[in-house]
């Protein structure tokens, strides 16, 4: 499973439109030169980003992007979604009844998958650009359960 630019590129715009458009908006060249992206790229992404209110336009000498709402309010899981980036970790291309073999069926290790994407995608709802900004993803990552015991390194400590 990989992430595309588009969801990628998407994030990386608008944390950096989150750090400089405070004062004033801020414009896609810029971005574009900060985070090493295609200016006509961005103003693709950007053109969704406004249809799903993320971000506003302003017009005229200075103008430029900002953010719909604060930094805080943004969740990265929407900006990922805006792009039409589904997150994923399944080969199907549709989910539920459909599965991912030729006849249909689900594979044997689909929920597994499925259930990883819905976790990702419940991991991604949880951040905000703030959170970005400020190193703060550690605070939504939990500690994963301790790996039972092998089995075959438990016979062999025998």
Same mark, same amino acid.
């Given at each position: 499973m990989?992430l595309?630019?588009k969801?990628?590129?998407?994030?990386?715009?608008?944390?950096? *439109?989150? &750090?400089?458009?405070q004062?004033?908006? !801020? @414009?896609?060249?810029?971005i574009?030169?900060?985070?090493? %992206?295609?200016?006509?790229?961005?103003?693709?992404?950007f053109?969704?980003?406004?249809r799903?209110?993320?971000?506003?336009s302003?017009?005229?000498?200075g103008g430029?992007?900002? *953010?719909a &709402?604060?930094?805080?309010e943004t969740? !990265? @899981?929407?900006?990922?979604?805006a792009?039409d980036?589904? %997150?994923?970790?399944?080969r199907?291309?549709?989910?539920?009844?459909?599965g991912c073999?030729?006849?249909r069926?689900?594979?044997?290790?689909?929920?597994l998958?499925?259930?990883?994407?819905?976790q990702?995608?419940?991991f991604?709802?949880?951040?905000?650009?703030?959170d970005?900004?400020e190193?703060?993803?550690s605070?939504?990552?939990?500690?994963?359960?301790?790996?039972?015991?092998?089995?075959?390194?438990?016979?062999?400590?025998?």
């Amino acid at each position: 499973m990989k992430l595309s630019t588009k969801g990628r590129y998407a994030v990386m715009a608008m944390v950096d *439109l989150a &750090r400089h458009a405070q004062t004033k908006p !801020v @414009s896609l060249s810029d971005i574009a030169a900060r985070q090493e %992206i295609s200016l006509s790229y961005l103003e693709q992404l950007f053109a969704r980003l406004r249809r799903a209110e993320l971000v506003k336009s302003v017009r005229g000498p200075g103008g430029g992007y900002r *953010l719909a &709402r604060g930094s805080a309010e943004t969740r !990265v @899981s929407e900006i990922i979604l805006a792009v039409d980036e589904p %997150i994923t970790a399944t080969r199907c291309t549709e989910m539920g009844q459909a599965g991912c073999r030729a006849d249909r069926s689900k594979c044997l290790t689909h929920d597994l998958w499925e259930e990883l994407g819905n976790q990702i995608h419940v991991f991604l709802s949880s951040v905000t650009l703030y959170d970005v900004l400020e190193r703060k993803l550690s605070t939504h990552i939990a500690e994963a359960p301790p790996a039972p015991a092998n089995s075959d390194s438990m016979a062999a400590a025998s």
